[in-house]
Each structure stands twice: as C-alpha cells, then as structure tokens.
C-alpha cells in the first residue's frame, strides 16, 4: 500500500545516461512516435543517441531534454494506465517540463515540443556563452559568502538551492573553473563539476529565456488537475499565465529545490517516486529531512514501475 500524498518527481539534466529508457525504446509506441518527430524536427537521430551515445552529443540540451522528458513520461504513463497517479508533482529544472504534462497544464506531445523548444534555445545560448555547473556541498549562506569573498558576484551564480549542504553555482567557462580553483582552496573536496553544456540558470541565459518566452506565448497552458509545485516559488501554482511565464523564466532564475522539500515535507508526503533515469532527487529528498518513515523510489524501468504497481493493490482495486 502507498500512502498519501504520492508525489511524483521529474529530475533534469545530469540525471541522464547512455541506454537510459532503452525497455522504453524497443516496446512504447507512443515514445518511439515522439522520439521520431523531435528527430526529424532537429535533424538528429535521437534514438541512437540515447541508446549508444556518444556522451558528449546525448548531454546537449536540444537532445537531452526532449529524450529526458519523452522517457519521465513513458514511464508516468504505464503507471497511469495501471491506475497509479500522483496527488502532487514536481521537477527539478526541465523536469519542471513532464510535471506540467502530468499535473494537465499541458498535454503530452506539447510538453515534449516545449522541452525540445526549450533545449534548443539554450544551446544557442550556450555556443554564445560557453559555460557550466558545479555542485558544491556547503550551504547556501556559505557558497553566497564565498562568491562575494573572492569577488565573482557579477560571474558566478547559484543555479540550485538543492539541500540544506548541497548549492549547485553556474557560469561562464573561464570564471567557474576560476571559481572552483579558489574555493577549493579554502575546503577541499567540495566541488563536483555537473555534465551540463552550458551556463544554466544564469542572466546569460537571458536572449535564450526571451526568445523561448515570445515562443511560449502561442501554447496553450491549462490549469492544473493535479498540485504542481513550482521551482520558482516552492508553492503550488494553479494559474495557467504564471506556470508559462514560469516556464520561461526558469532558465536565468535559481531552482528552489530545498524550499519545494520542505514544502512536500509541509504536506506530510508520505511516497516520492522519482521518474525517469537516475537517483539525484531520491538522493536529495533524503538530505532534505525524508526519513525512513517514507517511501522513496526510482522509476526507471518498466520492471521498477510494474514493481510500484504490485507494491500497492489497494489504491488499484485488485
């Protein structure tokens, strides 16, 4: 049995991996169908992307956020279709994107043009201003005062607010690789670079952001059927204008994820499942205060969702 409330997870870029979704690939027509259209769309065979690689190609924008949005789905849907759904959502930066779909803001084939859309402006961006993203595993109030000790608050930003010890900063390439020299001085050890191609999250986004808001204006947003929590104010957001402009603003203004736990800790969420490849956010809902006392599980595979459904008769009827 799943306790209530069931919260769905989306997770975003540095969650995906060569051969992700791959069960999803060779049997769901609805995905193959999807992943055909976004490839004649940007010329790419995103199939054979996301099955063989290379790395380098699969963690472009343009190519990961439509695969990672077209495969969180996949999975949503065969747990939908077996009766299991959320009674809140959430997502992590694009993963914000399938949330939309699945709380019915959006339908899904448009959240997988928005995320294909989305991907590509940031790449645009990115081969104008080359950069990208560190996690660093001190608090908040820490990183800030780090950034304004060694004098980068014009060049270095906080991208993530993910957990009580976990901020993820973004820039361009020179300064952030200048960033991590200094700050590992002061405490060794505690910086990861992110495998993201570009500076996300940061006002050098802003042309991207911009042109993807004049872009969004002409897709229709619906209010919610399911409580979606948004990463741009931690709360729930029922108005179809704000989750656009939301959408867009998204890519030059911080993720809010340490608030959006406590939020879900606030609505005493008793499951988490994480949807789609990786265990990031299963991962952060730990070190953002989710005991043993709730369920916290990935869903990436058809075997992990058919498993959630057998773990769970009662909410089905069977």
């Not at 900063?169 to 993201?196: D, N, Y």
């Not at 990463?231 to 729930?236: D, E, F």
């Not at 949807?275 to 043993?292: D, K, S």
């Amino acid at each position: 049995m799943i306790p209530a409330p069931l919260v769905f997870l989306f997770p975003g870029q540095g969650s995906h991996a060569v051969g992700m979704g791959a069960d999803l690939l060779r049997s769901d027509e609805w995905v193959r169908n999807q992943i055909r259209q976004v490839s004649a769309e940007i010329g790419e065979d995103l199939e054979r992307i996301c099955l063989k690689g290379p790395e380098r190609t699969l963690m472009r924008a343009a190519v990961v956020q439509p695969l990672l949005t077209i495969i969180g789905l996949g999975y949503a849907r065969k747990l939908a279709d077996a009766g299991l759904t959320p009674d809140l959502v959430a997502g992590h930066s694009l993963g914000e994107i399938p949330a939309l779909a699945v709380a019915g803001a959006l339908s899904p084939e448009q959240a997988v043009r928005v995320a294909a859309r989305r991907g590509s402006f940031m790449d645009q961006a990115a081969a104008r201003a080359p950069g990208g993203m560190a996690a660093v595993f001190l608090a908040l109030a820490e990183v800030e005062s780090l950034i304004g000790q060694v004098g980068m608050a014009d060049c270095i930003f906080v991208a993530n607010d993910n957990a009580p010890a976990q901020v993820v900063v973004s820039g361009a390439a020179e300064p952030l690789a200048e960033f991590l020299h200094l700050i590992q001085a002061v405490r060794p050890g505690c910086c990861k670079p992110l495998r993201v191609s570009g500076p996300w999250h940061t006002p050098l986004l802003e042309a991207a952001r911009a042109q993807f808001q004049d872009w969004l204006a002409a897709i229709p947003f619906a209010h919610p059927r399911i409580p979606l929590i948004a990463n741009a104010t931690a709360r729930p957001e029922p108005d179809p204008d704000r989750l656009r402009e939301y959408a867009a603003t998204q890519l030059t203004y911080p993720v809010h994820w340490r608030e959006t736990m406590a939020e879900l800790r606030a609505r005493h969420a008793r499951a988490l499942l994480e949807i789609g490849p990786g265990r990031v956010l299963a991962g952060l809902a730990r070190l953002n205060g989710f005991g043993n006392e709730t369920i916290v599980r990935g869903i990436d595979s058809l075997r992990a969702a058919s498993q959630m459904v057998a773990d769970c008769p009662n909410e089905l009827g069977t």
